[in-house]
Each structure stands twice: as structure tokens, then as C-alpha cells.
């Protein structure tokens, strides 16, 4: 399984200067560059997704959304639908971020909603859990981390689970500059496979890809990524600036 590097350009690229700006320095960037053992995944906001994949999908670099609807069409104002994200050339959509849960209340059962949809209609999903300072300090992580995954795969069975990707992003690190020790990283990491085979049998898990988010720069990659054997990351600001998240995935594909 190749490693991942997810890029969440999240509400940015204002114009479509803006956006040919990016993609310049994107080619630039790549130019050259052989990833054989990781695939970056650049999730632009929708507007943008058509031409990301016009210009940028190819071997190498696929394109996700940040977040759709359940629902496939019809009178839901403001919204995409999974058929619009997969009639633009897009493969991945993150599901759960926390800024979806923070300002539009998203819940683990609209996580579970989406997740199932995307399931169905052929997009991987990247399913974001983790938990707040205040579930920190009160050391309810491993509680948060059981809940979260428990009821966003209600109804989905072993033969699906393996198309998920798990990103443990703690919310205290996403956009702070502190990033949680290599320690716990892996600690999250093993209590998400063990919480995976207890529900659906080992067997079904082993190719199931959990990634870290949240404040990953190059200087972090080897502490969030590298040492507790992660299976790539979810990159926000730093994938803005097409040279860093470059050498972010140049880092992960030495691993
Ligand atoms: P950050 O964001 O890398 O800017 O912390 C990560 C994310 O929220 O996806």
C-alpha cells in the first residue's frame, strides 16, 4: 500500500489567478520527482475540483473534496452531492474534519451518513477522528477516539471497512504548532487497529491505511509520521505552499 499525503487546501485559493498560481508552482514543484512508494491527494475546495483534475491529477497526485452531502440530489441549498464529486474527476473525500464539527455541525451519525454514501458511489473516504484540548486534559482521548469510530461505521461491514482511510488528527494540534509526541501518535494508531480487529477480524484491516494530522511540517514528518509508523499524513496550511508539501511527501516516500 503506498503512503499518503493528503493536502487540505481547506477555504483558500481565492480567484482563478490564485488558483493557476498554484498550479505553476504545484508542476514546478513535482517536476522531475519519481514517488514510488507514496501518492498525494489534493483536496481544493469544490469549486476548484474540476480543474484540479484537469490540471494536476495524474499518476502520482489523484484529487479529493473536503466534504459533500448525503443525500444525491434535490433541494439541499449550498450543497454537493457524492454524484457531483465523482462526475468531477475526484476519487477521495474527507469525511468528519473537525472544522466541519466545530462550524457546521457534523456529528458522528452525519460522519456515518456520508461515509456509507461514499462507499456506495465509489470514493474513498478519509475519515478524520480525534479528540479536543479539554477531552485531553480530562483523559477521555481513548473514549472520544471508541465513540467516534464505533458510531461512524455503524452498518458498514468487513468487506468496506478496507476501502477507509483513518486519519487521527487531534484537534489541539490542527493549525497550533503542537504536535502530540511519536508516543502517542502510535498509541492512537494501535488502539484504532485494535478497536478495527476487535469489530471486524484482522484479516479484513491489515491493508487499512491511518494517517496523522494536524501541524505536520517537514520538520515534524519524522516525530507524527516516520516513528510511530504512520501510514502517511493530512497536511492543512503547508499544502498551500506546493514546496513544502512536496518535501512532506518526498520525506514520507523515503520512509
Ligand atoms: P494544519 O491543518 O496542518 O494547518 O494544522 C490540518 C487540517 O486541519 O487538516
Given at each position: 500500500?503506498?503512503?499518503?499525503i493528503?493536502?487540505?487546501?481547506?477555504?483558500?485559493?481565492?480567484?482563478?489567478?490564485?488558483?493557476?498560481?498554484?498550479?505553476?508552482?504545484?508542476?514546478?514543484?513535482?517536476?522531475?520527482?519519481?514517488?514510488?512508494?507514496?501518492?498525494?491527494?489534493?483536496?481544493?475546495?469544490?469549486?476548484h475540483?474540476?480543474?484540479?483534475?484537469?490540471?494536476?491529477?495524474?499518476?502520482?497526485?489523484?484529487?479529493?473534496?473536503?466534504?459533500?452531502?448525503?443525500?444525491?440530489?434535490?433541494?439541499y441549498?449550498?450543497?454537493?452531492?457524492?454524484e457531483m464529486?465523482?462526475?468531477?474527476?475526484?476519487?477521495?473525500?474527507?469525511?468528519?474534519?473537525?472544522?466541519?464539527?466545530?462550524?457546521f455541525?457534523?456529528?458522528?451519525e452525519?460522519?456515518?451518513?456520508?461515509?456509507?454514501?461514499?462507499?456506495?458511489?465509489?470514493?474513498?473516504?478519509?475519515?478524520?477522528?480525534?479528540?479536543?484540548?479539554?477531552?485531553?486534559?480530562m483523559?477521555?482521548?481513548m473514549?472520544?477516539?471508541?465513540q467516534?469510530?464505533?458510531?461512524?461505521?455503524?452498518?458498514?461491514?468487513?468487506?468496506?471497512?478496507?476501502?477507509?482511510?483513518?486519519?487521527?488528527e487531534?484537534i489541539?494540534?490542527?493549525?497550533?504548532?503542537?504536535?502530540?509526541?511519536?508516543?502517542?501518535?502510535?498509541?492512537?494508531?494501535?488502539?484504532?487497529?485494535?478497536?478495527l480487529?476487535?469489530?471486524?477480524?484482522?484479516?479484513?484491516?491489515?491493508?487499512?491505511?491511518?494517517i496523522?494530522?494536524?501541524?505536520?511540517?517537514?520538520?515534524?514528518?519524522?516525530?507524527?509520521?516516520?516513528?510511530?509508523?504512520?501510514?502517511?499524513?493530512?497536511?492543512?496550511?503547508?499544502?498551500?505552499?506546493p514546496?513544502?508539501?512536496?518535501?512532506?511527501?518526498?520525506?514520507?516516500?523515503?520512509?
Amino acid at each position: 500500500m503506498k503512503k499518503l499525503i493528503v493536502g487540505n487546501l481547506k477555504m483558500n485559493l481565492l480567484s482563478p489567478s490564485e488558483r493557476e498560481r498554484y498550479f505553476k508552482s504545484f508542476k514546478n514543484e513535482l517536476k522531475g520527482k519519481v514517488f514510488k512508494k507514496a501518492e498525494i491527494v489534493l483536496c481544493p475546495p469544490s469549486i476548484h475540483l474540476e480543474s484540479f483534475v484537469e490540471n494536476l491529477k495524474n499518476k502520482t497526485v489523484k484529487i479529493g473534496a473536503q466534504d459533500m452531502f448525503w443525500e444525491s440530489e434535490g433541494s439541499y441549498t449550498g450543497e454537493v452531492s457524492p454524484e457531483m464529486v465523482k462526475a468531477s474527476g475526484a476519487e477521495f473525500i474527507i469525511i468528519g474534519h473537525s472544522e466541519r464539527r466545530k462550524y457546521f455541525g457534523e456529528t458522528n451519525e452525519t460522519v456515518n451518513l456520508k461515509i456509507k454514501v461514499a462507499l456506495k458511489k465509489g470514493l474513498t473516504p478519509i475519515v478524520c477522528i480525534g479528540e479536543t484540548k479539554e477531552e485531553k486534559d480530562m483523559e477521555i482521548t481513548m473514549d472520544v477516539i471508541i465513540q467516534q469510530i464505533q458510531d461512524g461505521l455503524r452498518d458498514i461491514n468487513r468487506t468496506q471497512v478496507g476501502r477507509i482511510i483513518f486519519v487521527y488528527e487531534p484537534i489541539w494540534a490542527v493549525g497550533s504548532d503542537i504536535v502530540p509526541s511519536s508516543n502517542e501518535i502510535m498509541g492512537a494508531r494501535l488502539l484504532i487497529k485494535k478497536i478495527l480487529t476487535e469489530k471486524y477480524g484482522s484479516k479484513y484491516i491489515e491493508k487499512i491505511r491511518i494517517i496523522y494530522g494536524g501541524s505536520v511540517k517537514p520538520k515534524s514528518v519524522n516525530q507524527v509520521c516516520v516513528e510511530p509508523g504512520m501510514d502517511g499524513v493530512l497536511v492543512g496550511r503547508e499544502s498551500l505552499v506546493p514546496l513544502e508539501l512536496i518535501k512532506i511527501a518526498e520525506l514520507v516516500n523515503k520512509q
